[in-house]
T-cell receptor, first 115, second 115 residues
Framework: DAGVTQSPTHLIKTRGQQVTLRCSPK?????VSWYQQALGQGPQFIFQ???????QRGNFPDRFSGHQFPNYSSELNVNALLLGDSALYLC??????????????FGEGSRLTVL | KQEVTQIPAALSVPEGENLVLNCSFT??????LQWFRQDPGKGLTSLLL?????REQTSGRLNASLDKSSGRSTLYIAASQPGDSATYLC??????????????FGQGTILTVHP
């Protein structure tokens, strides 16, 4: 049973560029959430996707956008990269019907460095 | 706004000691609380999930308690081992509204167990 998989694992971009990160949820899960974790901090919620729609959003600018595909996989896009966007980006999956009681399962993350 | 605090920020103990990590949250209206482990540069591994109606959960050498009314949780690790060295994060799931299972994290406790 595959867990949550993310790609790429590491990437380096320069300021002003755009980046796309990808996530495949755990088998049987239909909901994907994205979190940003700066060095030495706890993860911060970016947004959550279910049924190909953004259901909830954290305190992040519109430069952060996402998409969910019919197979439940998801992408996180960040435009006009800033140095402060350097972080570990974590994807978590869950079941919507257990959205309030079930566990969230996280992937290994994508480490983004902006130069 | 829910805030989660973890004390201590860092802890160093000799192998074999029993230890307690603390987590406090400001809003007691939660669905559940989840403890995670994070190795350097890696993703999050779920350790224990406690529902709001529960008082504690146990898994092997780990025991987590929840006192929702006082906004506190503790993670007890028995007979610590060097392999337990990692960052431990607690996260709460906010109840009500359209939270859709969003987790709010503490900043973590960095645990070092030395031989």
């Amino acid at each position: 049973d595959a867990g949550v998989t993310q790609s790429p694992t590491h990437l380096i971009k320069t300021r002003g560029q755009q980046v796309t990160l990808r996530c495949s949820p755990k088998s049987g899960h239909d909901t994907v959430s994205w979190y940003q974790q700066a060095l030495g901090q706890g993860p911060q919620f970016i947004f959550q996707y279910y049924e190909e729609e953004e259901r909830q959003r954290g305190n992040f600018p519109d430069r952060f956008s996402g998409h969910q595909f019919p197979n439940y996989s998801s992408e996180l896009n960040v435009n006009a990269l800033l140095l402060g966007d350097s972080a570990l980006y974590l994807c978590a999956s869950s079941l919507m019907e257990r959205t309030n009681t079930g566990e969230l399962f996280f992937g290994e993350g994508s480490r983004l460095t902006v130069l | 706004k829910q805030e989660v605090t973890q004390i201590p920020a860092a802890l160093s103990v000799p192998e074999g000691e029993n230890l307690v990590l603390n987590c406090s949250f400001t809003d007691s209206a939660i669905y559940n609380l989840q403890w995670f482990r994070q190795d350097p540069g890696k993703g999050l591994t779920s350790l224990l999930l406690i529902q709001s109606s529960q008082r504690e959960q146990t898994s092997g050498r780990l025991n987590a308690s929840l006192d929702k009314s006082s906004g506190r949780s503790t993670l007890y690790i028995a007979a610590s081992q060097p392999g337990d060295s990692a960052t431990y994060l607690c996260a709460v799931r906010i109840a009500g509204g359209t939270s859709y299972g969003k987790l709010t994290f503490g900043q973590g406790t960095i645990l070092t167990v030395h031989p």
